[in-house]
Each structure stands twice: as structure tokens, then as C-alpha cells.
């Protein structure tokens, strides 16, 4: 890749300060707003006007990637300064500046362990004060995770700091609500980039984490309600394996409800799903691989088992020459059929 700049862009350079570029982006990236920020890059087509560094609409901002450049060389010299030794009136600083470098790289793992050994610091001091660092880094991380920043959304460095964060706030019981998390950051970043892996991994790791922490108590309700929201993004995204995947997760985990009732959400979940596939005649892999393994397995009631093979000849009724997704899912469900009776 050319590291050249265009003539337009290396003008827009000479013409503005760095520093004031830098504490512009800060200013914008540290206002405090109850929703989320949504941060987004603008192309050339969509330049600044003169004098402006940023753009700001409440909780939503624009900047050029060009303006970001700059800010970063000098978020760069501030961490550096202190990333040895940083005094106590020149954290917020330092803050700052690890902000503005993983706006520009997310995958600056410096300046993310930076961000922890910020909230290391302020774990001997009182606990309200912690929750109140912990709250603000979570809006931190993630209006980075949410915003249309394609890199960002799918960064595995911000989603493990994200778990970071949280492991320490189950350390300290902090309250914790996972159907916030997953209808406001992981079913959004999912929808910013498509099969996001490290989004549903992150859910997958909460889902899990709930078993051993003390100061969250799930029920099969609860539970129930965490599948159907996911049932219904993933019916709205039909060929995402990730959320397809997670789902399936979710259906196979146990100890949330008894096994009758874990029987009847299988087939509840299998029966809408076969049913919108059949319907809209989706060939997609996901769909009859998330279909054929769940059947597979034998958790579902056997009139669902049974509708999932009629449907095969539905589809071919209205597809004569069949497509070869389904008849990979059809020949694999009755292979494991066999293996099992055997």
C-alpha cells in the first residue's frame, strides 16, 4: 500500500494544527452522553468544513481519517512521555491519548493494557469510585465495539479488554445486566460486521461466566428470553454463521431448565426456523447446518425431526435440481442417525 498522500490531503495537513486537532477529537471523545457514542470515518467525498477538526450531533461523531492522522502523532508523543512514569495530575492525560491511538489502531495493545493498569490503580480506593471508572469504561469500549468502524467492531484487543473490564466488576459484585449487553453492543457490533466471530465469542464467554458468578441470578425465563432475542437477529440474518452458531450454543447448554422444558425450546426454535426457511426457500449453509445438527443431536420432539425431512421434499418440489447444502444436510443428519442407532 502507498503511503504517499494525495495533494488535497497533505493541503488539509499544513493548514491545521496538530495539538488543536488532538484536544478537538479529545473534547468529543470525552463527552459525557447516556447513550452510546457513534464514532464514524468520512471519506474525501464528505470533507470538513474550514476551521472544523470534528463534527458532533449529540452523541454521534464524524472525523477524517486525515484529522485522525494528526491527533494520533501526538497522542503518540503524550503516551510515550508517560507510559514509564506518569504522575498523578497527568492521568487524564494519558487517558486521553490511549483513547485517540486505538481510535486510530484498535489492535494497539499497549495502549489498551495502558487502559487497565488505569483501573489497577484505583482498585484500592473506594468501591463506589471503582464502579464509577468501570462505568465509564465500558462507555468507552464500547462506542468503539457499536460505532461503524469496521476494524474496531470485529478488534479481538478491544473485545478481550471488554472481558477484562468485566472480570473485574464480578470481582467486586457489581450489578450486571446481560440482556443490556446483548441487545446494546454484541447483537449491534454484530450487525456492523457481518459473522462477527469475536462479538459472539464475547457472548458466548458471558453466558458461561453467569454459572460461577454470585452476583447474577439467571432463570430458565431468563434464559428463555436470551434465545428468542438471538432466534429472532438470526432469523433476520439468515446466512451469519456466527450468530447461527451461538444459538445453537445456547440450545445445548446445560442446567437452565428442566430437560422436558429444554426439549420444548429446542423444537419451538427448530420449528420457526425450519418453518421461515421452508417459506423463503433459503438455501443458505447456516441455516440447514444449524437445522441438521440440532435434529441430529436428538433433543427435539420427533414430529420437528420428522418436519425437518418432509422439508426436504418441499423444497425440491418448487427446486427440481435441489441444491447441494441440502442434500449435505439431509445425507448427514441420516449418516449420524445411523451411527447413533448403531
Not at 83 to 96: A, E, I, W
Not at 168 to 189: N, T
Not at 291 to 308: C, I, N, W
Request: glycine share 4%; hydrophobic share 40%.
Amino acid at each position: 500500500m502507498s503511503r504517499a498522500l494525495d495533494p488535497e490531503t497533505a493541503a488539509s495537513l499544513k493548514n491545521s494544527d496538530p495539538e488543536t486537532v488532538y484536544n478537538d477529537i479529545v473534547k468529543a471523545l470525552s463527552s459525557e452522553t447516556d447513550s452510546l457514542l457513534e464514532i464514524e470515518f468520512l471519506g474525501k467525498s464528505h470533507p470538513l468544513p474550514e476551521g472544523c477538526n470534528v463534527l458532533v450531533d449529540g452523541n454521534s461523531i464524524a472525523i477524517t481519517k486525515a484529522k485522525i492522522v494528526q491527533a494520533f502523532v501526538v497522542a503518540r508523543k503524550i503516551f510515550f512521555k508517560y507510559v514509564r512514569d506518569c504522575s498523578g495530575d497527568k492521568l487524564l492525560d494519558f487517558r486521553n491519548a490511549t483513547a485517540v491511538i486505538l481510535l486510530m489502531d484498535p489492535e494497539h495493545l499497549t495502549a489498551a493494557n495502558s487502559r487497565k493498569s488505569l483501573i489497577q490503580k484505583s482498585q484500592k480506593g473506594p468501591k463506589m469510585t471503582l464502579e464509577a471508572i468501570l462505568r465509564k469504561e465500558l462507555h468507552f469500549i464500547d462506542s468503539y465495539l457499536t460505532s461503524r468502524l469496521h476494524r474496531h467492531t470485529k478488534s479481538p484487543t478491544l473485545w478481550n479488554h471488554r472481558r477484562w473490564v468485566l472480570k473485574v466488576c464480578q470481582s467486586i459484585q457489581m450489578e450486571y445486566d446481560i440482556q443490556h449487553d446483548l441487545k446494546s453492543v454484541v447483537l449491534v457490533a454484530a450487525e456492523r460486521h457481518p459473522r462477527n466471530y469475536y462479538a459472539w465469542s464475547h457472548l458466548r464467554w458471558l453466558v458461561q461466566s453467569l454459572s460461577i458468578c454470585t452476583n447474577v441470578q439467571t432463570t430458565s425465563s431468563d434464559f428463555s428470553k436470551l434465545v428468542s432475542v438471538v432466534k429472532d437477529w438470526c432469523l433476520r440474518h439468515p446466512a451469519d454463521t456466527s450468530g447461527f452458531s451461538f444459538l445453537l450454543f445456547c440450545l445445548s447448554m446445560p442446567g437452565h431448565s428442566e430437560d422436558v422444558l429444554k426439549t420444548e425450546l429446542r423444537s419451538s426454535v427448530c420449528s420457526e426456523v425450519l418453518r421461515l426457511a421452508v417459506s423463503f426457500q433459503w438455501t443458505h449453509e447456516t441455516i440447514w447446518v444449524f437445522l441438521r445438527t440440532l435434529v441430529a443431536s436428538g433433543g427435539v420432539l420427533e414430529d420437528e425431526a420428522a418436519a425437518f425431512f418432509r422439508a426436504f421434499e418441499d423444497m425440491q418440489a418448487v427446486q427440481p435440481n435441489g441444491h447441494r447444502f441440502l442434500e449435505a444436510a439431509r445425507s448427514w443428519c441420516e449418516k449420524y442417525a445411523q451411527k447413533d442407532q448403531g
